[in-house]
Antibody, heavy 121, light 107 residues
Framework: EVQLVDSGGGLVQPGGSLRLSCVAS????????MSWVRQAPGKGLEWVST????????YYADSAKGRFIISRDISKNTLYLEMNSLRDDDTAVYYCAKVGSPPHGDYWAVWGKGSTVTVSS | DIQMTQSPSSLSASVGDRVTITCRTS??????LNWYQQKPGKAPNLLIY???SLQSGVPSRFSGSGSGTDFTLTISSLQPEDFATYYC?????????FGGGTKVEIK
């Protein structure tokens, strides 16, 4: 079964850091492009970051650029999102998601259940 | 950035109704348009990719159409399990962007 299990969320103070993890199973993680998408309470979906397996390139939304780092550990089948200098408006449920097959651009056919991040003093 | 405008933002419909949701993009994106369904407290679920391709396992009452800047998601006969929020998303260019969502409620 194709599955993504995200974890690492919690309560953090403004300016703090947190690392989210997403363990993949049931598919070839090495050859998969992966993303993080978030959803603030009561709001819509917002793309955060993508790791492209083919080029090794990483992409970030402006809201994440310079503060968040996406990475992966192939040996652990795990995707990470390192979040630094966290702000109140980073409060959201963070989903990891697997990008679908090319050539239709980056869309997401497999999603984790989500990890809740709350930034508050 | 490509702006995504979904309409309506909400609608009330009855079981068996035909429902149409539209998504307009601020620039032409070919058919790089995808649709998701999200129920409260759950992750989004991919319905349609590449504007009109039905994702495996999704009921055939869902269909998508359009190209360029104007796209449509249609539910041919609304079922009780279809009451949810629907989002469009462009996969043409970074940053990837979503529409604001359409909440489909029971009339």
């Amino acid at each position: 079964e194709v599955q993504l299990v995200d974890s690492g969320g919690g309560l953090v103070q403004p300016g703090g850091s947190l690392r989210l993890s997403c363990v993949a199973s049931g598919f070839n993680f090495r050859d998969s492009t992966m993303s993080w998408v978030r959803q603030a309470p009561g709001k819509g979906l917002e793309w955060v970051s993508t790791f492209n397996y083919g080029s090794g390139n990483t992409y970030y939304a402006d809201s994440a650029k310079g503060r968040f780092i996406i990475s992966r550990d192939i040996s652990k089948n795990t995707l990470y999102l390192e979040m630094n200098s966290l702000r109140d408006d980073d409060t959201a449920v963070y989903y990891c998601a697997k990008v679908g097959s090319p050539p239709h651009g980056d869309y997401w056919a497999v999603w984790g259940k989500g990890s809740t991040v709350t930034v508050s003093s | 950035d490509i702006q995504m405008t979904q309409s309506p933002s909400s609608l009330s419909a009855s079981v068996g109704d035909r429902v149409t949701i539209t998504c307009r993009t601020s620039q032409r994106i070919g058919t790089y348009l995808n649709w998701y369904q999200q129920k409260p407290g759950k992750a989004p679920n991919l319905l349609i990719y590449a504007a009109s391709s039905l994702q495996s396992g999704v009921p055939s009452r869902f269909s998508g159409s359009g190209s360029g800047t104007d796209f449509t998601l249609t539910i041919s006969s609304l079922q009780p399990e279809d009451f949810a929020t629907y989002y469009c998303q462009q996969s043409y260019i970074m940053p990837l962007t979503f529409g604001g969502g359409t909440k489909v409620e029971i009339k």
